[in-house]
């Protein structure tokens, strides 16, 4: 039986690290993870999906994203012919944006946020005074957030925020949280709700994911 590609992009800033945990049968599916890399100067979401597209070498794959990944491979799916699109933690138009990110959009407020903060996230452990709490978000972060530079940052807050998608695919799998504090469930239609889930519930869920993962991406 030939195995089922499967390519899976991480959300904003992060590295493909956060599938670590996420196991498909071998028998069945061969995967493949994408990564983050720098936009062009002026680069549009359409064209940035597009070199991404380059990536997938299989005819048919299944593309799973999360986040700010589940938007990139909702476009990415326009330069190839995808057996299957499942995103994670994420929206299926502008339609699902909560009421912030709306606000956000209508005053600009993306070319005002302090992505330069981000680069360091070392810096925050210094000023964390022993937090345990605090201390393990921050190791966290510092191993699953790869993706720091600023132009990366000042770019993908640009272009989640103006995401011009008004109608959500019909055919998109989606996967949410009951408990995602950055995608509300409230504001999302038509998801396959995980209990307890949290916006990084990639990492945190991956038990749930691997044992209906496969049924999902069969169609069973």
Not at 115 to 135: C, H, I, P, R
Not at 163 to 181: K, L, S, T, Y
Request: charged share 25%; hydrophobic share 40%.
């Amino acid at each position: 039986m030939e195995k089922i590609p499967v390519y899976f992009m991480p959300g904003m800033a992060a590295s493909s690290t956060i599938f670590e945990r996420i196991h498909l049968p071998e028998d069945q599916f061969e995967i493949h993870l994408l990564e983050w890399t720098l936009p062009l100067d002026g680069e549009s979401l359409a064209h940035y999906a597009e070199r991404t597209a380059k990536e997938i070498k299989h005819e048919n794959p299944v593309l799973i994203g999360v986040s700010f990944g589940g938007v990139l491979v909702q476009e990415m799916a326009k330069f190839v012919n995808p057996r299957k699109v499942i995103i994670i933690s994420s929206v299926k138009s502008n339609t699902e944006f909560p009421r912030r990110m709306k606000v956000a959009k209508s005053i600009k407020a993306y070319k005002f946020f302090p992505t330069g903060l981000m680069q360091n996230v070392e810096t925050f452990a210094k000023f964390s005074f022993g937090n345990d709490k605090m201390n393990k978000k921050l190791k966290l972060y510092e191993k699953f957030l790869s993706m720091r530079d600023k132009k990366y940052l000042d770019w993908a807050l640009e272009q989640i925020i103006l995401w011009d998608r008004a109608e959500p695919d019909g055919q998109v799998v989606h996967i949410h949280g009951d408990e995602d504090e950055v995608f509300p469930p409230k504001y999302i239609k038509d998801f396959i709700p995980v209990k307890g889930g949290t916006h990084i519930m990639i990492i945190t869920k991956f038990k749930w994911l691997n044992e209906h993962l496969p049924k999902i991406i069969a169609g069973v």
